[in-house]
């Protein structure tokens, strides 16, 4: 007769371990593979905002010192501390970038040829970098500044980026948001922010500017951490030319 034994405790137990064993290798290749992917999600929705953030700020400020009609600088140029009808600029030598600092901007343009500026909601701007809480603002017509590029953590917003400019841990020296650069190619930011100037330097200098943006992802990877990208680019600002 033929031998029609079973298997033996020892043997199902044998083949209970290896299948389990198969299962968590399985398991984990599952999980290493999700990760990866958020992981890849992530980076590429945090570079989709700080490139179309930086499109966007180099669009804007190209257009500084708009002035089609010629109006006289004295007369069109509005204090950015008010941007009230009629509250002139104290420095319209400055034009159509009354402030430039190493974190911050606010320029003026007049896009509807109507030779005023606050005719309509984007023609004064202002972006300012805010290292405390890792998020660039921009708001308009002395508007309340709202979240541009980032937020703060506490808003509750959902937000994939962090600004990491000014964040000493990570470059020393920081990165500046903005350099400005004269006719020649000097970098005269330290001019712009010392003496933003009232006739020939300083601010009325300025003929091209870099932006800067140094970002990382919100949330850091399991293994790898926060991914940190690095996006430049360069805008002449023809229109601030006296």
Same mark, same amino acid.
């Given at each position: 007769?033929?031998?029609?034994?079973?298997?033996?405790?020892?043997?199902?137990?044998?083949?209970?371990?290896?299948?389990?064993?198969?299962?968590?290798?399985?398991?984990?290749?599952?999980?290493?593979?999700?990760?990866?992917?958020?992981?890849?999600?992530?980076?590429?929705?945090?570079?989709?905002?700080?490139?179309?953030?930086?499109?966007?700020? #180099? +669009?804007? !400020?190209? =257009?500084?010192?708009?002035?089609?009609? *010629?109006?006289? /600088?004295? $007369?069109?140029?509005?204090?950015?501390?008010?941007?009230?009808?009629?509250?002139?600029?104290?420095?319209?030598?400055?034009?159509?970038?009354?402030?430039?600092?190493?974190? #911050? +901007?606010? !320029?003026? =343009?007049?896009?509807?040829?109507?030779? *005023?500026?606050? /005719?309509? $909601?984007?023609?004064?701007i202002s972006y300012n970098y805010d290292a405390g809480n890792l998020y660039i603002t921009r708001a308009t017509n002395c508007g309340s500044a709202?979240?541009?590029?980032?937020?703060?953590?506490?808003?509750?917003?959902?937000?994939?980026?962090?600004?990491?400019?000014?964040?000493?841990?990570?470059?020393?020296?920081?990165?500046?948001?903005?350099?400005?650069?004269?006719?020649?190619?000097?970098?005269?930011?330290?001019?712009?922010?010392?003496?933003?100037?009232?006739?020939?330097?300083?601010?009325?200098?300025?003929?091209?500017?870099?932006?800067?943006?140094?970002?990382?992802?919100e949330n850091p990877d399991a293994n790898s951490g926060r991914k940190r990208m690095i996006y430049s680019t360069s805008v002449i600002v023809r229109?601030?030319?006296?």
């Amino acid at each position: 007769m033929c031998d029609k034994r079973g298997f033996t405790l020892v043997e199902i137990l044998i083949a209970l371990a290896v299948g389990t064993m198969m299962m968590a290798a399985i398991y984990s290749m599952i999980n290493l593979s999700q990760r990866s992917s958020s992981g890849i999600e992530r980076r590429v929705s945090a570079q989709q905002d700080a490139k179309t953030a930086l499109e966007l700020m #180099a +669009m804007e !400020i190209r =257009m500084a010192s708009y002035n089609p009609l *010629s109006t006289a /600088d004295g $007369a069109i140029w509005l204090n950015p501390a008010t941007c009230t009808a009629g509250d002139f600029s104290i420095t319209p030598e400055r034009k159509g970038i009354q402030v430039a600092t190493a974190n #911050a +901007m606010t !320029i003026e =343009m007049d896009i509807n040829d109507l030779g *005023s500026v606050r /005719d309509v $909601a984007n023609e004064i701007i202002s972006y300012n970098y805010d290292a405390g809480n890792l998020y660039i603002t921009r708001a308009t017509n002395c508007g309340s500044a709202q979240p541009f590029l980032g937020d703060t953590a506490t808003s509750g917003r959902t937000r994939t980026v962090r600004v990491i400019n000014g964040d000493t841990s990570i470059y020393n020296p920081v990165i500046p948001v903005f350099r400005y650069f004269d006719g020649v190619g000097n970098d005269i930011s330290a001019t712009v922010v010392s003496d933003p100037g009232n006739g020939t330097t300083g601010i009325p200098a300025i003929r091209r500017i870099e932006i800067t943006l140094a970002v990382e992802t919100e949330n850091p990877d399991a293994n790898s951490g926060r991914k940190r990208m690095i996006y430049s680019t360069s805008v002449i600002v023809r229109n601030h030319v006296p």
